[in-house]
């Protein structure tokens, strides 16, 4: 119904923005990933999903259509809502969550607050073929399969750093070369974090 807005950004705040359109200001509630993409200016464009329920019409703004797609596929799963994908969306970023579930890295998903194990599983199991439908084989990372990755990751947490962070670097380091050694990523990863 309503799939995109571009207007005068009006209040910004984590979870949501106020965009004024003709007159008419709209709230839409948006993920941390969103919120950093927004710049300071006046005038924006977002993507949007309306959620219509009996009680309330609600909108979500997305800064890009790979975002949003995230967002549509994961409240398909039965058990994930709206906030609680807009909460996935908030923790990782939506290649992150994507690379995840084609790789079947049940241990990112469900390092999402919120997201238990019977629930990462059921993720992966409904949307694993979506994903590698719609994004192909090469689009998907595989590094996420890599078992050097999780006990380099692993080792990290022991270390006491968090796994979001952890991630996030060791997967920059595994891009530019997926084969290291465990002690290889650790070690680089520590003069990172």
Do not use: W
Not at 62 to 76: G, K, N, P, V
Not at 154 to 182: C, M, N, W
């Amino acid at each position: 119904m309503i799939t995109h807005i571009k207007g005068k950004l009006v209040e910004k705040n984590p979870t949501g923005v106020v965009i004024e359109c003709n007159g008419v200001g709209y709230f839409l509630h948006i993920s941390l990933h969103t919120y950093d993409q927004l710049k300071a200016e006046e005038a924006i464009h977002l993507y949007t999903h309306l959620q219509v329920k009996e009680d309330s019409h609600t909108l979500f703004g997305f800064a890009t259509q790979s975002e949003r797609a995230i967002f549509r596929l994961l409240i398909s799963v039965s058990g994930i809502g709206a906030n609680t994908a807009r909460t996935m969306l908030s923790s990782l970023h939506p290649d992150q969550i994507k690379d995840a579930i084609a790789a079947n890295d049940v241990a990112t998903v469900q390092s999402i607050k919120g997201i238990g194990a019977k629930t990462a599983q059921r993720v992966i199991l409904d949307l694993k073929d979506k994903i590698l439908k719609v994004y192909g084989i090469d689009e998907v990372s595989v590094t996420q399969n890599n078992t050097n990755k999780d006990e380099a990751l692993s080792a990290l947490e022991t270390l006491g750093y968090q796994r979001k962070q952890a991630t996030k670097v060791v997967d920059k380091l595994l891009i530019k070369s997926p084969d290291e050694t465990v002690e290889y990523i650790i070690k680089q990863a520590l003069k990172i974090l």
